[in-house]
């Protein structure tokens, strides 16, 4: 699937597929097909509403990972404290973007990097540890 094709899938809470994604699927899905990443760990049971399970998966995952600045293919992280809100990815079209989707819009959207920062206290940019180097600034 291209990033265009995902675009246009719309948002279906705890959706993987292209039927649906909600934001953790969206994620996966852009990352894995756009940037050629491996496909992340689904935590396709995890509620969008359950903060907590969300945060949890979070934790698991970000283990592994660098905080880094806003590269192509980072993973952005909206928190409050320590709890995991929502989440969206780098993209870079057109300069470095955030490609996200969500229940209230309903399909995805990209934003600039500041605008996707304004929407919470708290951004945080992960990528593999073995992929700081591999993706454009």
């Excluded at 409050?80 to 399909?107: F, S, Y």
Aim: hydrophobic share 35%.
């Amino acid at each position: 699937m291209t990033l265009n094709e995902l675009m246009a899938v719309p948002y279906l809470d705890h959706g993987r597929d292209e039927h649906g994604l909600d934001c953790w699927g969206f994620v996966r899905l852009v990352r894995h097909h756009h940037h050629g990443l491996p496909l992340l760990d689904s935590f396709g049971t995890v509620d969008p509403d359950d903060k907590a399970g969300m945060t949890d998966a979070y934790h698991q995952l970000v283990g592994g990972y660098v905080e880094t600045a806003p590269i192509d293919g980072a993973i952005a992280c909206h928190l409050i404290e320590d709890t995991l809100v929502h989440v969206g990815v780098v993209v870079n079209e057109n300069g470095l973007k955030v490609a996200q989707t969500g229940r209230k819009m309903g399909r995805p959207w990209l934003c600039s990097l500041s605008d996707f920062e304004r929407m919470s206290l708290i951004t945080r940019y992960y990528i593999e540890h073995d992929c700081t180097s591999g993706l454009s600034q």
